[in-house]
């Protein structure tokens, strides 16, 4: 058994983060609750940057522009992007649409799609949730009707984030009505400028701005849908297990933390009895949270398709980032409510961003839902 | 990056699980419950012999020198087993404080029969007032040991105690061998929810003679610490494969449990409670299996053996709670075993300092 990073990885690890240390600088930063347009673009550039040294899909086969690395190396970069607090861009393009091509698509598909999310140029947005399936997401709803050589899609989609840059969307919609609800559904990737696409938008309380996707009368072409023709809920089922460790969201709070801590003690709490317990009993959390990250990670990287362990590290990870959040508002006392526009606020309102950020809860399923996916698929136990 | 065990360890865990299973089982914990010694002498002989009782002690001395992953496999399956035994003081952390102070002569003397089961060694560490009052003081003639040490586990069925004691110097630590028959040793049990026997151990006016002294002068307290540490760490081994047990157990309950028309565990009520269970034996195990690779890989591991402990004992509390809870009334009865296994847990959170000890280290080593 060993925990530690193969001297490579360990050296990748290193290299990655020199070259974010270089490249970020303050004013592009962002942790929780200080989004921009700006760092947006200054993040796309970056992971243009990132692609030129094949690190962006490190964990890709090298043949579709990857590193022909493993998911280890993936989750690192992931780590570093957190840990060094890069705006996020969307992710859906490197961690799901481009997967699911390599797995089911077609050569032409293959040629098409890959090479632009591989350089760093393409976004993708993701369009699984609707107004009426969120939980019970095989219910959805959207209709996409064959018509010759062609699909028609009616319906909507919900939270779908990064539309607004997105150059193409990652969807599932019901392409036969009359099959159960799990054998009716196909993936296919729209480009969104695509007529009879509309959005409005959904801002988020953590400050990014999502949207509702509307479609009306979308014509797209046979060529769009993924894989096989109702098989698109087993597709895509597959290939969210391809991004399911989360470093990215772990490193981000944890650098989080990291600043805390040293606030706290130039804040004079060093000797503050409380407040130190507080801290040591979150790290004692943030550390768990990474160990079951990497153990799924690791799990990738040999092949193995972590189920329960996902959701185990989705829900740990969950509940910890809540934890941190209240204790160090409960830390800051009326300090903790100063947002990241106010000067007075501490590490540039961080942990009020986090206190947002935390209430997101239900990202890649409700906690009730892993607590599901945990009990049945994990222990056994019966529906 | 490699999380799985390696084929010896594979071999050492199916082993284990497969004796203790058949030579442990409940109805023998609840034996030695009610005995006076708290173990069973013909069992320690048989872990002897499979090498469990030298496991991590060092091979010159007729250990097995396995590292501390190695330890966390088979301390897993005793913790599972809820084998009584005094294994944890004696192999454990007698062992590590014999390995690291002991003088050549006394390695060579005690290791062996620690290996052996010949030799059984118990820590008098704690007192009820917490820190340490017991001291060695500097007469005109002699120097003599007084004080009360509590919470000495298997006191009475040990063949020497290892007793941690401040002085002679300011500041110093001494660690004296003692017989648990010697004159001035007094034993008084004591009740508790231990499973084994616990006991108040009085030392008066004891003169400490130079073959007492653990090592070869009075400095052997400098490694108490790290074998304190390491005792903590096995402990979480221990406290983890007891958490899986209770998990299976109850899952295998909420599977055959018919209420309502159906199985209990189709209840998300219930589900939930068992994969919160899980996600915490999960993250507990990987933290004290990391504490364990870093300690054989020959790195410092204090802050993550405290890391490993407050995640043990958070879960342990969790154990406890879902176990007797999705149990419901039956588990309220003596003769149901997961009374067994909570009073253990109670025992083992309180270990190493407890929760609040850890805290305190963790925070320590964060520069708070």
Known sequence: ??????????????????????????EYETVFGTFSEDKYWFSRDLFRRLAERRWLTVGWPEEYGGGGKTFLEQSILDEQIGYHKVQRVGITGINFAGPAIIKFGTPEQKARYLPPIARGDAEYCQGFTEPDAGSDLASL??????????????GSKMFTSYYAHADFIYLLARTDPDAPKHRGISLFIVEMDTPGISTRPLPYINGEVAAQTFFDNVRVSRSCLVGQENQGWYHAMTTLDYERAGLERYARVRRTFDDFVEFCKDAGLRGDAVARHKLARVKVGLEGWAALCWK??????????????????????????????????????????????????????????????????????????????IAQRGLGLPR | MDLSLNESQEMLRRTAREFLEANCPTTLVRELEDSAEGYSPELWQQMAELGWLGLSLPVEHSGIGGDAVDQLVLSSEMGRALLPSPYL????????????????????????????????????????????????????????????KSFVPFAISSDILICVAG????????????????????????????GYPQARVEFNDIEVTHEMILGEDMDGGLNLEPALEWATLVQCGEMVGRGRKILEMVIDYA???????????TF????????????????AELLAYRAACSMSEGRDCSEEIALAKAAADEMSRMSTVVGHGVYAGISYTVEHDMQLYSARNRLAEAEGGGTFRQLENIRRAMGL
Request: aromatic residues 4%; proline residues 4%.
């Open chain 1, 1 to 26: 058994m060993r925990f530690r990073f193969t001297q490579e990885q360990h050296q990748f690890r290193q290299e990655v983060s020199e070259f974010l240390r270089q490249e970020m600088s303050p």
């Open chain 1, 141 to 154: 709803q959207m209709r996409a009707e064959a018509d010759g050589d062609h699909f028609v899609l009616n």
């Open chain 1, 296 to 373: 799924v990670a690791w799990m990738q990287s040999r092949g193995e398709v972590p189920n329960a362990e996902a959701s185990i590290a989705f829900l740990y990870g969950t509940q910890q980032r809540l934890y941190f959040a209240q204790e160090a508002m409960e830390i800051l006392g009326k300090l903790g409510t100063l947002t990241p526009e106010c000067d007075a606020a501490p590490i540039q309102g961080a942990i009020e961003g986090l206190s947002r950020e935390s209430m997101h809860m239900h990202g890649a399923g409700t906690m009730e839902i892993h607590r599901n996916i």
């Open chain 2, 89 to 148: 003081t004696s192999s454990i952390a007698c062992g590590r404080l014999l390995e690291l102070s002991g003088s050549p002569s006394q390695k060579s003397d005690m290791l062996p029969l620690l290996a052996q089961g010949r030799l059984i060694m118990s820590l008098a560490l704690d007192e009820e007032a917490g820190g340490c009052s017991t001291k060695v003081t500097k007469g005109d003639d002699r120097n003599s040991l007084n004080g009360v």
């Open chain 2, 167 to 194: 002085g002679p110097e300011d500041g110093g630590i001494s660690l004296l061998l003692l017989s648990p028959n010697a004159d001035g040793v007094s034993i008084e049990p004591l009740a508790s929810i231990a």
């Open chain 2, 255 to 265: 599977k055959t449990r018919v209420q309502f028309g159906r199985p209990i565990g």
């Open chain 2, 268 to 283: 998300q009520a219930i589900q939930h409670q068992l994969a919160d269970l899980r996600v915490a034996v999960d993250a």
